[in-house]
């Protein structure tokens, strides 16, 4: 088993993080949100492991550009669902799933799992 970093190709931070990885010895998959969408099972797993909260990047161009009326729908987990399962990159990344069923967000190496 390896690392599944989760993400989109063309984020910076997902990019750091997978020269990181290699760089480090780490054999890495890669899951694109673009190509191949949101796992909803996985997205699941995450949202009850990290919290809605930090999951959703509120920060994000993506969001920015969302409907005011549907940015103030987004009040728990299951409305946050559907907004990052319809708009991937509204999602921190890269979202990391270790081999030990660890989950990370971000690029923080200091916090990974050797």
Do not use: Y
């Amino acid at each position: 088993m390896h690392p599944i970093v989760f993400g989109i190709p063309n984020c910076d931070t997902v990019k750091k993080a997978r020269v990181w990885l290699t760089e480090h010895g780490f054999q890495v998959s890669f899951h694109d949100f673009k190509k191949k969408g949101v796992p909803a099972a996985a997205l699941q797993t995450w949202l009850t492991q990290l919290g809605w909260e930090k999951l959703l990047n509120r920060q994000g161009t993506t969001w920015r550009k969302l409907d005011a009326d549907l940015k103030a729908s987004v009040i728990d987990a299951a409305s946050a669902a559907k907004i990052m399962s319809a708009h991937p990159s509204t999602i921190k990344r890269p979202v990391i799933v270790w081999p030990s069923g660890q989950i990370t967000l971000g690029f923080v190496p200091d916090q990974w799992p050797g």
